[in-house]
């Protein structure tokens, strides 16, 4: 009987831990999505979006029947 009491306490407690976890990473999920989203989004679009104008290297471009 005290090992299969054992067995119970130790299985309690590796559920509660998986809980505890699963919730601090909801919790941080949270704070990133909600609190911080914004912030974090206009930092990125800044970041990835950049308008340059390049100068393209050619010569004038000629009809055929002119020279």
Same mark, same amino acid.
């Given at each position: 009987m005290k090992n =299969? #009491?054992?067995t =119970? /306490?130790?299985f #309690? /407690? $590796?559920i509660a831990l998986v809980y505890i976890i699963g919730i601090i990473l909801l919790?941080? $999920?949270f704070n990133l999505q909600i609190v911080h989203g914004e912030e974090y989004r206009q930092t990125s679009n800044t970041r990835l979006t950049r308008e340059k104008t390049i100068t393209a290297a050619r010569g004038n471009i000629l009809d055929s029947s002119r020279k």
């Amino acid at each position: 009987m005290k090992n =299969k #009491n054992g067995t =119970k /306490i130790r299985f #309690n /407690i $590796l559920i509660a831990l998986v809980y505890i976890i699963g919730i601090i990473l909801l919790v941080a $999920l949270f704070n990133l999505q909600i609190v911080h989203g914004e912030e974090y989004r206009q930092t990125s679009n800044t970041r990835l979006t950049r308008e340059k104008t390049i100068t393209a290297a050619r010569g004038n471009i000629l009809d055929s029947s002119r020279k």
